[in-house]
T-cell receptor
Framework: EAGVAQSPRYKIIEKRQSVAFWCNPI?????LYWYQQILGQGPKLLIQ????????DSQLPKDRFSAERLKGVDSTLKIQPAKLEDSAVYLC???????????????FGSGTRLTVV | GENVEQHPSTLSVQEGDSAVIKCTYS??????FPWYKQELGKGPQLIID?????GEKKDQRIAVTLNKTAKHFSLHITETQPEDSAVYFC??????????FGPGTRLSVLP
């Protein structure tokens, strides 16, 4: 099966500019996640979608970050305006969703490395 | 909320030796514990997982043990090979909530 696709792979922007990342999950995966991974740290959840609805966005800095998942498939994550501390790898992951450990397994994309200068 | 600690942060072993990475968690409601391997420039990849009703699970050279009483779980890699060099993350998932990842361990296997 095809994996989780993300683009672009790399992005360099100046602070205060805006940027958008795109994710296409594995076909049939109802749950989609966006994670932020700062260098040297584990991934931190930003937002979770179940189909096209938001399940958890408690750690999303909503003053500058936004995300959408139209039609319950592809998703975009936007940062506007970017700050220096937003430099990180942004990972998209998807899973079948549903109750129970059998549905817990994530598949991650390769991520987008953002550098804010 | 759940908090996951991971040790050591870096680990170097000789090729053929064993490597052990340990994680502790705080929430007794956590019931699923995966381990992910992240190679340079790639996203994390699931390598093994264990559920709270199991004490040990093995897959070829990789094994995971879980001690629910002490709230810790460990990854064991035997007969290490250069391709095992990567960053390894543990995670815990409380029932009904999302994963919380540890900070990662950079494993280097020296030839």
């Amino acid at each position: 099966e095809a994996g989780v696709a993300q683009s672009p792979r790399y992005k360099i922007i100046e602070k205060r500019q805006s940027v958008a990342f795109w994710c296409n999950p594995i076909s049939g995966h109802a749950t989609l996640y966006w994670y932020q991974q700062i260098l040297g740290q584990g991934p931190k959840l930003l937002i979770q979608f179940q189909n096209n609805g938001v399940v958890d966005d408690s750690q999303l800095p909503k003053d500058r970050f936004s995300a959408e998942r139209l039609k319950g498939v592809d998703s975009t994550l936007k940062i506007q305006p970017a700050k220096l501390e937003d430099s990180a790898v942004y990972l998209c992951a998807s899973s079948l969703g549903g109750i129970g450990p059998a549905n817990y397994g994530y598949t991650f994309g390769s991520g987008t490395r953002l550098t804010v200068v | 909320g759940e908090n996951v600690e991971q040790h050591p942060s870096t680990l170097s072993v000789q090729e053929g030796d064993s490597a052990v990475i340990k994680c502790t968690y705080s929430d007794s409601a956590s019931n699923y514990f995966p381990w992910y391997k992240q190679e340079l420039g790639k996203g994390p990849q699931l390598i093994i997982d264990i559920r709270s009703n199991v004490g040990e699970k093995k897959d070829q050279r990789i094994a995971v043990t879980l001690n629910k009483t002490a709230k810790h779980f460990s990854l064991h890699i035997t007969e290490t090979q250069p391709e095992d060099s990567a960053v390894y993350f543990c995670a815990a998932r409380p029932y009904g909530q999302n994963f919380v990842f540890g900070p990662g361990t950079r494993l280097s296997v020296l030839p």
